[in-house]
């Protein structure tokens, strides 16, 4: 890995800091489960396998060759995943060209796309431990009867990924389904080497040996030479304070900085002690709002990381690693994204399963505002200056993030016009990145969410709710949950999709 930019001139590798990151740096080498602690120690005791997937996933090889070579006549690739199920083979398509649709929503305008128009050209990837994520698990529900209902058998188009002996893994095998079992011990953000990042990217024909090789020779070098992981850790503790912005812009590795915001932001966002990464387009807009910048290519920003994807993986994870030590937190857990699954259920209860009407304070054209003001313009006004000094601004938009990308244009505005750090998050996938980070990190944020109606939906079967009313369940879940820290919070809500994100841009651009 190349290591530059401005900001190492920094490093004190005399420093009581740098001390302990090099005392901690051998000790996840040897996966010792009390590095982060003893209350951390019975998690990572269970977690710490991903230190061996370079080496440990290429016996996978072989088995998910016989896979793709099962699936070679179906070119088109679904994976229903969430979080670091589906971060992983995103990043691996895009840097390698490849495709594979990602379906990691509820929205059912973006199911619509997901189930598109070839199905018997499809195979659907489902990537779970447990099999119990309401997201995965509805998902892997509407594939099967969509597959069903064009006269196709699901078993000759679906594989799973799953733990081995997990309730998924026993009920599909016993139904005749194509299984790959992937490392217990290893969580959910970490498992991009394992075979939930291996297989999909295999079906897309990414190089995964590629990956995994050069994941190796990064974690040889950097386990014998230590200074520059160790100079990395050491400025995302003691200089970028709350925001890290990375861009990968110009880089080969495109879609790494939203890997690594699910890796850190979820990992680091509790205690109220975390570091929140935000995904941005490019270096002079990553440091509006002051914040520590990283690129992975080019120069411009404080600290530029520059190496193949694989190189990547295993560099970042040991640095998120690293960061717990350093914070003293534990890495591993994920407490608020419970709590976000536990709001949904609520809602879906005291809905009795089904959408009530949802009041708006005022409309403007095609946005219902809930929140304070009057107009549109008003109430983003109104919303920035909630914002608390230092604090940051998240954009949480529930909606299709192929429709409706265009809406991802607010990050940078909002960034501009409020001076303050902006992220931007796809509903409900940040709910298993940075959700973590807007509950358990510092108590500053203030939020933004962006609903809208859909044009189609679909009954999940075996579930006494539709997908339109999950996706609300899930923003409503979640704008409670983050209600009840007193947090700003502001809902706009578009009647029409296109027309309302218009509406919002032309707004946010007149502050």
């Known amino acids: 890995m190349k290591i530059s930019g401005p900001s190492l001139a920094s490093v004190d590798r005399d420093s009581d800091?740098?001390?302990?990151?090099?005392?901690?740096?051998?000790?996840?080498?040897?996966?010792?489960?009390?590095?982060?602690?003893?209350?951390?120690?019975?998690?990572?005791a269970i977690r710490l396998n991903w230190v061996d997937l370079p080496e440990a996933s290429q016996q996978l090889l072989p088995q998910i060759s016989e896979i793709a070579k099962k699936f070679t006549s179906l070119s088109r690739i679904v994976l229903c995943g969430m979080g670091g199920s589906s971060l992983g083979p995103e990043v691996i398509a895009l840097s390698y060209k490849k495709e594979i649709f990602i379906f990691d929503s509820t929205d059912p305008n973006y199911a619509h796309h997901a189930i598109g128009d070839q199905l018997s050209n499809?195979?659907?990837?489902?990537?779970?431990?447990?099999?119990?994520t309401i997201e995965t698990s509805s998902q892997r529900s509407l594939f099967q009867s969509q597959f069903e209902a064009a006269g196709l058998n699901p078993i000759d188009h679906m594989i799973f990924v799953t733990d081995p002996g997990s309730p998924l893994d026993a009920e599909v095998r016993e139904g005749g389904y194509s299984v790959v079992n992937a490392d217990p011990n290893v969580g959910g953000r970490f498992s991009?080497?394992?075979?939930?990042?291996?297989?999909?990217?295999?079906?897309?024909?990414?190089?995964?040996?590629?990956?995994?090789?050069?994941?190796?020779?990064?974690?040889?070098?950097?386990?014998?030479?230590?200074?520059?992981?160790?100079?990395?850790?050491?400025?995302?503790?003691?200089?970028?304070?709350?925001?890290?912005?990375?861009?990968?812009?110009?880089?080969?590795?495109?879609?790494?900085?939203?890997?690594?915001?699910?890796?850190?932001?979820?990992s680091t966002g509790k205690d109220a002690i975390g570091r929140l990464p935000i995904a941005t387009e490019d270096v002079a807009r990553a440091r509006v709002g002051g914040s520590y910048t990283v690129a992975f290519a080019g120069t411009g920003s404080d600290l530029v990381v520059e190496g193949s994807l694989g190189a990547h993986f295993i560099f970042w994870e040991w640095v998120t690693a690293l960061i717990g030590a350093a914070l003293q937190i534990d890495p591993f857990n994920q407490p608020n994204v419970t709590e976000a699954k536990e709001q949904t259920a609520a809602c879906l209860a005291e809905w009795n399963n089904q959408l009530p009407a949802l009041i708006p304070a005022c409309v403007e054209k095609s946005v219902e505002i809930f929140g304070d003001g009057q107009s549109l313009k008003d109430a983003l006004a109104t919303f920035i200056e909630d914002v608390k000094d230092g604090g940051y601004i998240a954009i949480m938009a529930y909606l299709d993030r192929r429709d409706d990308?265009?809406?991802?244009?607010?990050?940078?505005?909002?960034?501009?016009?409020?001076?303050?750090?902006?992220?931007?998050?796809?509903?409900?996938?940040?709910?298993?990145?940075?959700?973590?980070?807007?509950?358990?990190?510092?108590?500053?944020?203030?939020?933004?969410?962006?609903?809208?109606?859909?044009?189609?939906?679909?009954?999940?079967?075996?579930?006494?709710?539709?997908?339109?009313?999950?996706?609300?369940?899930?923003?409503?879940?979640?704008?409670r949950a983050l209600a009840q820290r007193k947090y700003p919070l502001l809902r706009l809500h578009l009647q029409n999709r296109s027309a309302g994100i218009d509406e919002i841009l032309a707004a946010a651009r007149s502050l």
């Open 17 to 44: 800091l740098y001390r302990k990151l090099r005392e901690v740096h051998p000790r996840i080498a040897a996966k010792d489960a009390h590095t982060w602690g003893s209350k951390a120690a019975a998690e990572a």
């Open 192 to 266: 991009v080497l394992s075979a939930f990042g291996l297989v999909p990217s295999a079906l897309a024909g990414a190089p995964i040996a590629e990956i995994l090789s050069d994941a190796s020779a990064e974690k040889n070098s950097f386990i014998k030479d230590e200074q520059g992981i160790l100079d990395v850790a050491y400025l995302l503790v003691a200089k970028a304070q709350q925001y890290i912005a990375f861009t990968d812009a110009g880089s080969s590795v495109p879609g790494l900085s939203d890997w690594i915001e699910q890796l850190i932001a979820e």
């Open 122 to 132: 499809t195979v659907v990837v489902v990537s779970s431990k447990s099999g119990s």
């Open 405 to 479: 990308v265009k809406i991802a244009e607010l990050r940078s505005i909002l960034a501009e016009k409020s001076g303050h750090p902006t992220s931007f998050g796809w509903g409900p996938r940040f709910l298993h990145s940075t959700g973590q980070f807007h509950k358990g990190g510092q108590k500053n944020g203030s939020f933004l969410q962006i609903t809208g109606e859909t044009s189609v939906d679909y009954e999940i079967p075996g579930r006494s709710y539709s997908l339109r009313t999950l996706l609300f369940a899930q923003a409503i879940g979640d704008n």
